[in-house]
């Protein structure tokens, strides 16, 4: 798993030994970030279920200012502190080892873009949602970017976000929310 472009391109970032952490795969990654593009300059980002970091860092890469990794496993904690650590981002880069619930609650920066990978087939998608929007911890015009199996088809609307793009490749969709409040 490598970073694909921007400041980082080429880092390779550590992945665990096991399959705990299932990281988005490169092809996915470029999928994402190709649509999100316009999204990325100067933005502030959340890696929900961060895992490794991958999206996070990818974000910081393209020229995000800010990233907050959130995962509440503490061995997904220290990849992401190695992986922040190899990159040398760890000015632009907020590390929290709490569940998504205790998460939203503690950032207190509206996000520009969130992405959500959470363990597939767990039905977080919906809840996480929910308490992004209770929290109002989206911005005005900001993204959700939720990665999910493809036999796991999520609502055109959650929580008042209509979903903006839906596109698969394999196994995997992403679904894209937009807050549209102005």
């Keep these: 798993m490598r970073i694909i472009s921007g400041e980082l391109r080429g880092r390779r970032l550590t992945t665990p030994k096991d399959d705990r952490v299932r990281p988005t795969t490169d092809k996915v990654k470029e999928a994402i970030f ?7 300059d100067d933005s502030v980002v959340i890696d929900m279920f961060a895992g490794t970091g991958n999206l996070g860092l990818e974000a910081i890469s393209r020229g995000a200012r800010k ?3 959130v995962d509440k496993d503490r061995r997904s904690i220290a990849l992401v502190r190695d992986n922040v650590n190899y990159c040398k981002v760890g000015e632009r880069a907020v590390i929290l080892c709490y569940d998504y619930a205790a998460a939203v609650s503690r950032i207190h920066e509206k996000a520009d873009i969130i992405f959500l990978d959470p363990p597939y087939g767990d039905g977080l998608y919906e809840d996480c949602i929910e308490k992004i929007v ?6 005005p015009g900001g993204i959700i ?3 999910h199996s493809a036999m796991e088809m999520l609502p055109e609307e959650l929580s008042g976000l209509p979903m903006i793009k839906c596109r698969k490749y394999g196994k995997i969709c992403v679904s894209i929310y937009e ?3 102005a």
């Design 134 to 139: 209770e929290n109002d911890l989206l911005a």
């Design 67 to 69: 990233a907050y990794f």
């Design 179 to 181: 807050n549209s409040e």
């Design 34 to 40: 190709n649509i999100i593009q316009q999204y990325i």
């Design 145 to 147: 970017v939720a990665e």
